[in-house]
């Protein structure tokens, strides 16, 4: 079974037309959900770290919220270079600096 | 902004010989990771390395890999008898220390190896 869930797997937007992604998770006494965004070729890039639920970070036009059972990534009046496929990731256990599991990620096209 | 650098960003082998991948993580950071990403697919982890050992390693971590910290800079991972499966993106990360605090602190990727077996 899965432990990071993301939806959708795709998402394709105009220009300045805002939505959310949506990351689920399993793992037990989780610290810390991160948000990364990947771009083609590249490695994952670090956006977020979340430790609790209700807790709520932002950058640009990106806010990213979590509650007990998931994350949404909220892309505000996005632009077409915020086009790249966006990863969520947890550790796999709950303490200290431990290996991440991510999930499938969601593929973000923004049109002008 | 520091980063992890990884060498080389492209490599091609032949099935059966060995690979070194290299990478400099962030200066202070004290926890090292190797990940791959087989096309289309998530990124995978397959070893953590702190104070000179293994600390953790997936079962896609069998005998063919090692890990190595050979001097205060760089972190390698081998392949020692390269497979057509291995064909993959191998990412090294990063990540501070901080023990007071039992919260995972982000890794930090660099942007990855490339590997091609024919």
């Known amino acids: 079974e899965d432990q990071v869930t993301q939806s959708p797997e795709a998402l394709r937007l105009q220009e300045g037309e805002s939505s959310s992604l949506n990351c689920s998770y399993t793992v037990s006494g989780l610290r810390g959900l991160f948000w990364y965004r990947q771009d083609p070729g590249k490695g994952p890039e670090f956006l977020f770290t979340l430790y609790s639920a209700g807790e709520e970070k932002e950058k640009e036009r990106l806010k990213a919220t979590l509650t007990k059972k998931e994350s949404f990534l909220h892309i505000t009046a996005p632009k077409p270079e915020d086009s790249a496929t966006y990863l969520c990731?947890?550790?796999?256990?709950?303490?200290?600096?431990?290996?991440?599991?991510f999930g499938k990620g969601t593929r973000l096209s923004v049109i002008a | 902004e520091p980063e992890v650098t990884q060498t080389p960003s492209h490599q091609v082998t032949q099935m059966g010989q060995e690979v070194i991948l290299r990478c400099v993580p962030i200066?202070?950071?004290?926890?090292f990771y190797w990940y791959r990403q087989i096309l289309g697919q998530k990124v995978e982890f397959l070893v953590s390395?702190?104070?000179?050992?293994?600390?953790?390693k997936s079962e896609i971590f069998d005998d063919q890999f090692s890990v190595e910290r050979p001097d205060g800079s760089n972190f390698t991972l081998k392949i020692r008898s390269t497979k057509l499966e291995d064909s993959a993106m191998y990412f090294c990360?990063?990540?501070?220390?901080?023990?007071?605090?039992?919260?995972?602190?982000?890794?930090?990727f660099g942007d990855g190896t490339r590997l091609s077996i024919l």
């Open positions: 390395f702190y104070n000179n050992e293994i600390s953790e």
């Open positions: 990731a947890a550790p796999i256990r709950g303490s200290g600096n431990t290996p991440l599991v």
């Open positions: 990360a990063s990540s501070w220390d901080r023990p007071s605090d039992y919260s995972n602190q982000p890794q930090h």
């Open positions: 200066s202070n950071h004290l926890y």
